[in-house]
């Protein structure tokens, strides 16, 4: 009876064991065309069954194993030679008759490429690089493609991802500035290159560093804290606010009814458009929809893994590629409205000839639609699409959508991009790490200082393979050029990377000579990748190569002289020609004439002071190795910098052909880009909405404006501003405070390129502006005379309402702003003028202030000449605070906008600007 009952429960459960058995797997980047690290031990890992017993093969090598309780299994390889033949990696059970294969594994050496957009940059990106790509076929050249997947909570174990090796038809979604890395270090080594792709575009240091790291610094510890609390909080509220207006996306059972069966007008599916939002009048505005059309593939489409691009509105989506569900984004998995997604397509899923992808979009609050069209790899696939609606939710009325709650994108809190596209790959055996990113840094240097070299020591601690080989690009040039020296936010963060040389076992990639001043993606990323290659190439891999240009060493004062010594002479130092012209936006063709600060000068880029801290351009000579800079204006100089700008004129190489690295000899403390508020706050008296203040007459600063002049760097800004404003270069003039400025570097000034392309934007932004201080610089003798812009925008007057330092009523305000208006118009007698009203304030009375201020400048619109636009119903809750997913600083000031803030903003200001430009 016993041995009955026995036999009975196997056979009732034996079954069951089989149906929820583990999946024998590993990790996606042990896959087919996959490159393995020579010289060092690697790590294998995987998952299984608990208890299941293992073998991996390679090359010759056979490890055993036996999985843990969790059913992850590692076994290490002992170190492997180079080899360009294609084996197989087998794993196999012991326990159970199964196994898998890795197909087409090559032995050579293995680099990651990470970092934000320049590091991100592939080759068809690259005008230039359409021969390269014609004649790329290299099997033994490959990349591993990280695909974007932030981690919300903890660490994910696998990341999707692929292998591909070097083709026409795969080279196009190659790093560029990794591709000729590799490329220059396999001609010289002779042995296969795979490289790891890590990366996103706009992307901080602080989301690319552990959370643990981060915890440790306490600098970074509160940021972090602060970010991550507003994102679940912004979570919560969005989950709550679909709950209570019975918003909450539905659980179907008819799925297949949507994916299966033609996609016919008369099974009730309409035509719509590739962009934009969906406005069939048969379709709903908001619920959930499904969109279909067929994608043809041709057979070297289906040879490999396949990525599918495409950027819908709506924030949540799931996509099927022939039926099969790819990829998904939840509220859990936000990283924009207008992010583009990127799905791993598996090869078994790729059909050559017609496809179907099928996309389910849920939209509670928006429109569905999409603002960018599907591509697969590198053939995008516009056009076809037949969307069907699966549900309707209730209109959002003006109000309704106002009350909304924001979404934080998952990819810019700290920590998640680490948790979730680096971590998978730990431990995987690689040589070292290429790093390109900093532009979205600049808006706090000196904390690039901390975070940066915390990022490499984070990054060697978790790989556990010691303190490998870390190369990094410093930032190119970029932005306006300045006819006089001063503080650029952009050279100080040059100097924090600089700086991160200290950390063993590093090296940069100098790119001053490499940049465009409209473009923060300049297309010499074959120069970026040869001199990366270059440091790995003398410092990993012993060759006899010159791998940086002159680093400054030490000066000494003699008399009315500084000579300056540098280390890195390359067989010496070298005044090289500068051109007569310097690159604008090179994909477009554009130029302009290269204005010498130091005409008499064999080196330019050198400015010199004295003890009173005003820099001048300097003369500067080349003497033996060392350099002798001085000026007529400084009779007794302290100090020297060199290439110290966002975009600097500069000619000191070596005879290697490698740049100087920017440097100051100097310790200042940084001029503030904006003066210190007084030491007590200025008098406010509170206006409200129902009984507006009377009229009180216009101050001075209307007709006769005063400048703050007491501060040197604020000073600095002005005059290189205003330089900057010559005639025949600019398509749209921003003027404003902060917020302004705020365009002119890191995520946003991505966000403008995408939202603007088509138009040269002069960017007038400077925080704490006031509009005395606009009118005094629109005063200047040659400010954008000559120049007929097609269109100014205007956001000015926050600073004049008690904010920071102002104390004039709203009526105040207006004068000074309609007096901008008036110069404006006499400038430039063609352009347009779109005034957008001052941002909302978070405390009470400010905001009620502010609204009055709104109140009187709006009035100033004619809507022939002066256009009015107010964007703080997308920017407050429905209690009238700030939505804190959209601004970054809280208190004292809370004003600043986040990444998303500036994409919110973009999107309300496109379609008037966009309007008012081609009328």
Not at 779 to 788: E, K
């Amino acid at each position: 009876m016993k041995l009955g009952l026995a036999l009975l429960t196997v056979l009732v459960f034996a079954p069951l064991a089989v149906l929820h058995a583990a999946e024998l797997r590993l990790p996606s980047i042990f896959s087919d065309h996959m490159v393995l690290q020579r010289g060092k031990s690697v790590p294998v890992w995987g998952w299984a069954d608990p208890g299941e017993e293992l073998v991996v093969d390679f090359a010759g090598q056979s490890r055993s194993t036996t999985t843990n309780a969790d059913g992850k299994w590692t076994v290490k390889l002992d170190a492997l030679e180079a080899n360009a033949e294609a084996r197989e990696l087998v794993v196999k059970s012991l326990t159970r008759n199964r196994s898998l294969k890795v197909a087409d594994v090559l032995v050579g050496e293995v680099w990651a490429g990470g970092g934000q957009s320049n590091m991100e940059l592939d080759l068809k990106a690259i005008t230039s690089a359409a021969s390269e790509i014609e004649a790329s076929a290299n099997p033994a050249l490959r990349q591993f493609h990280v695909l974007k997947n932030p981690s919300a909570d903890a660490p994910a174990d696998d990341v999707p991802g692929y292998w591909t090796a070097a083709r026409p038809g795969t080279t196009e979604d190659f790093i560029a500035a990794g591709y000729y890395f590799a490329k220059s270090i396999q001609r010289e080594l002779k042995i296969p290159v795979g490289l790891i792709k890590v990366c996103w575009g706009g992307s901080k240091v602080e989301p690319w560093i552990s959370p643990a790291s981060l915890a440790s610094v306490p600098e970074l510890a509160s940021g972090a804290k602060n970010l991550n609390a507003m994102s679940e909080r912004n979570k919560a509220a969005f989950r709550e606010w679909l709950k209570r207006t019975q918003r909450e996306d539905r659980t179907s059972d008819e799925v297949s009814r949507f994916l299966n069966g033609p996609a016919s007008t008369e099974d009730g599916w309409v035509a719509v458009k590739d962009s934009g939002p969906v406005s069939d009048p048969s379709l709903p505005q908001y619920g959930a929809f499904w969109f279909r059309k067929e994608v043809s593939l041709s057979a070297r489409q289906t040879g490999a893994a396949q990525v599918l691009q495409f950027g819908p509105t709506a924030p949540f989506d799931q996509v099927y590629w022939n039926g099969t569900l790819i990829g998904e984004r939840s509220v859990d998995g936000f990283t924009g409205l207008n992010s583009v997604r990127h799905y791993l397509i598996p090869p078994a899923l790729l059909k050559d000839g017609v496809n179907q992808l099928a996309v389910r979009l849920f939209a509670p609050a928006e429109p569905p639609g999409f603002s960018w069209f599907p591509s697969v790899g590198t053939t995008k696939m516009p056009g076809g699409w037949m969307a069907k609606a699966e549900y309707a939710l209730p209109p959002l009325d003006a109000e309704a959508k106002k009350a909304v709650p924001p979404l934080t994108g998952q990819h810019v809190l700290p920590g998640r991009l680490f948790n979730g596209m680096v971590h998978p790959l730990l431990p995987y055996a690689i040589r070292g790490v290429l790093w390109y990113q900093g532009e979205s840094n600049t808006g706090n240097p000196s904390l690039y200082r901390t975070s940066f070299p915390l990022l490499i020591r984070d990054w060697r601690q978790h790989w556990e393979q010691g303190d490998f080989p870390f190369y990094f690009c410093q930032l190119a040039n970029y932005r306006g050029k300045t006819d006089q020296p001063g503080e650029s936010v952009w050279a100080e963060l040059r100097e924090a990377q600089a700086k991160t040389l200290s950390v063993p076992n590093t090296g940069m990639a100098v790119l001053i000579d490499t940049g465009e001043s409209e473009d923060i993606h300049p297309q010499s990323k074959q120069i970026a990748g040869e001199r990366l290659a270059r440091i790995a190439l003398a410092n990993t891999y012993g060759r006899e190569v010159v791998s940086s240009g002159p680093v400054y060493t030490s000066m000494t004062i003699e008399g009315s002289a500084i000579r300056l010594s540098f280390d890195h002479l390359g067989g010496g130092l070298v005044a090289k020609e500068l051109p007569a012209t310097y690159d604008v936006m090179r994909k477009a063709g554009k130029t302009a004439p290269l204005v010498r600060n130091s005409p008499q000068s064999p080196l330019e880029g050198f400015a010199i002071c004295g003890a009173d801290q005003q820099w001048v351009w300097a003369e500067a000579k080349i003497e033996g190795d060392t350099v002798l800079v001085s000026s007529s204006q400084v009779p007794a100089p302290i100090a020297v910098r060199y290439a110290w700008a966002d975009n600097p004129t500069c000619n000191l190489y070596n005879q290697a052909g490698l740049p100087a690295s920017p440097f100051r000899t100097d310790e200042f403390a940084f001029a503030a880009a904006s003066p210190a508020p007084p030491t007590q706050p200025s008098p406010v008296s509170p206006p409200t909405r129902s009984s507006p203040p009377a009229p009180t007459p216009g101050k001075p600063l209307a007709i006769t404006p005063t400048p703050r002049t007491d501060n040197p760097g604020w000073m600095k800004i002005v005059e290189r501003q205003a330089a900057a404003a010559k005639p025949g270069r600019w398509d749209l003039v921003l003027i404003g405070d902060s917020i302004t400025a705020g365009w002119q570097s890191g995520a946003p000034a991505e966000i403008w390129a995408k939202h603007f392309p088509a138009y040269r934007t002069l960017n007038l932004g400077i925080a704490a502006d006031k509009t005395e201080n606009v009118l005094w610089r629109l005063g200047f003798p040659g400010t954008l005379d000559g120049y007929q812009p097609k269109l100014f925008i205007l956001m000015i007057g926050t600073n004049n309402t008690g904010h920071r330092f102002g104390t004039e009523t709203a009526d105040d305000t207006a004068q000074g702003v309609r007096a901008i208006l008036d110069t404006l118009a006499a400038k430039a007698p063609d352009a347009k003028i779109l005034l957008l009203a001052i941002f909302p304030r978070g405390e009470t009375i400010k905001r009620q202030r502010n609204d009055e201020v709104n109140r009187r400048i709006g009035k100033l619109a004619d809507n022939q000449k002066v256009f009015w636009l107010d964007l703080g119903e997308h920017f407050l809750e429905p209690d009238g605070t700030l939505s804190t997913g959209l601004f970054m600083d809280e208190k004292p000031f809370p004003i600043h906008l986040t990444a998303e803030g500036y994409e919110a903003w973009a999107k309300a200001m496109q379609a008037k600007v966009e309007e008012l430009i081609e009328e």
